[in-house]
């Protein structure tokens, strides 16, 4: 295509080369293949379920590996706005009717006492309109409460990120899921005396989500006698994509300016690139539970970084061995027994390979970024699930898929997609430095053909959008993948605001 010097100069700012447009231009053209599936993982075909056992000693594992003074960063992707989250309620606000009439609306004013941002509200309802909830439910204001929740007036709930809005009632507070996770840090995922968490955050609320850190980190560190390292990033506007026309030409605005959007998550996998940490920790912002719950989530936190640790000494000592020149026929045997069975990767052919093309085959199979990925059983919840999928290469390895990945119209991926027994609740803990110690390049093991396209909208015309890979789908596509069953009681996601009316959100 021909690119204007107004183009040139936009793309120089954002750090996009002209051929990374030419090629997401012709993935609008091609569009991104179904991926080929063996079959849903379930537990004995790719998804561990330790005993209580085993479990006890992969937390020792970990508690040695903390002791060892290794360092563990919590990533927690932070962005998202909640305006979803209000969904139902923003509908009550532009309906045409002026009291609650839907299951969800008399739901949320029947227990609006129970929302742990009661008395924030409240006190912006007497601010703006000189008398308190209780007072304009009676008089059938109920618009007026909904407006001062949601608008910028009153709480601004409808704008704000879900990790600023207040999750959970104690006795002498109301806690953000921020402040959630600053503590799930102390209990699972600090050493050396250190809790080091980064979150990823939109550039309008960076400022806010300073101020809530500074004001509750003294109280939080004073708590845990914990040191705080806490730190945040914003998507790259490298990772911005371009829009495209439905004819797959480039989309301009009315100003004749080519549109960018954000990639989608996908595009924190050069933010979690840029972590030095040698485990990084992963969990969406709004699983959080209070402190009465977190029991089993902490358990089972080390539980998994057990397991990916014990991993992870294994591939060491094989790489080593590889390097040394000083192993035998039988120890390649060993090692291919631990790709296909412990990191389920399955490769069709090795029969065939000699002991030299079997090193660098093994080479390459075992050096790559490890990730452990606790599932929880399937309840219906909507999310990706684990599979064993095919590789470009025709191996076979474990990845997490969405339904926008699997075929619809193939009868047999899509009645494994919704027999499988379980799904995705993105709790990962990654292993992101080689045997030699160095870094890897995190987006060198992105799988590109994972990416997804979407239609939008802007100014009345409609658009094709480009989605990256998934931070935990293709971005991490060619990582070696490991899969532990964890318990529903660890998976507390808030979709909308009466999730937080579950009994898993009523703190005291």
Known sequence: ??????????????????????????????????????????????????????????????????????????????????????????????????????????????????????????DACFLNEGEGVDALIEEGKYKSVVANMLNEEGLNYGQLPKGLLQFHSYEDCARTPVEEHLVEAALYASSQGEADVHFTVSTEHRELFQDLIDRVLPDASNKYK????????????????????????????EDGKLLFRPGGHGALIENLNDLQSDVVFIKNIDNVVPDRLKEDTVFWKQVIAGVLVEVQKQTFSYLNLLDSGKFSHDDLEDMIRFVRHTLNTDVPGLKDLNDAELHDFLKKKLNRPIRVCGVVKNVGEPGGGPFLAFN????????????????????????????????????????????????????????????????????????????????????????????VEVPLSTFNPVKTVNDLLRPQHQGI
């Open 392 to 483: 470009p290469d025709g191996s076979v390895s474990l990845q997490i898929l969405e339904s926008s990945q699997i075929d619809q119209n193939n009868p047999e991926y899509m009645k494994m997609f919704t027999q499988g027994t379980h799904f995705n609740p993105v709790d990962l803990v990654c292993a992101v430095r080689n045997y030699k110690g160095e870094k890897f390049n995190l987006p060198d093991y992105v799988d590109p053909a994972t990416g997804f396209i979407s239609y939008k909208s802007k100014g009345g015309k409609e658009l094709k959008a480009l989605e990256l890979p998934g931070l935990w789908n293709g971005a991490m596509s060619n990582w070696s993948t490991l899969m």
């Open 1 to 122: 295509m021909l690119f204007t010097n107004e183009d040139k100069e936009l793309l120089q700012k954002k750090g996009i080369s002209e051929s990374k447009i030419e090629a997401q231009l012709k993935d609008f053209e091609q569009g991104f293949p179904f991926l080929k599936l063996r079959a849903a993982a379930s537990v004995g075909n790719g998804i561990i379920a330790p005993s209580k056992e085993e479990a006890d000693k992969y937390i020792k594992v970990w508690n040695d590996y903390k002791k060892a003074g290794h360092s563990i960063t919590k990533f927690v992707p932070a962005s998202g706005a909640a305006s979803r989250m209000f969904k139902n309620m923003f509908e009550f606000l532009n309906a045409d009717y002026d009291v609650p009439t839907t299951d969800f609306e008399k739901t949320f004013f029947a227990e609006i006492h129970k929302f742990a941002f009661y008395d924030a509200l409240n």
């Open 226 to 253: 914990i040191n705080y390292k806490v730190s945040m990033s914003e998507q790259k506007p490298s990772t911005d994509t371009v829009a495209a026309n439905m004819d797959n030409t480039p989309f301009r605005t």
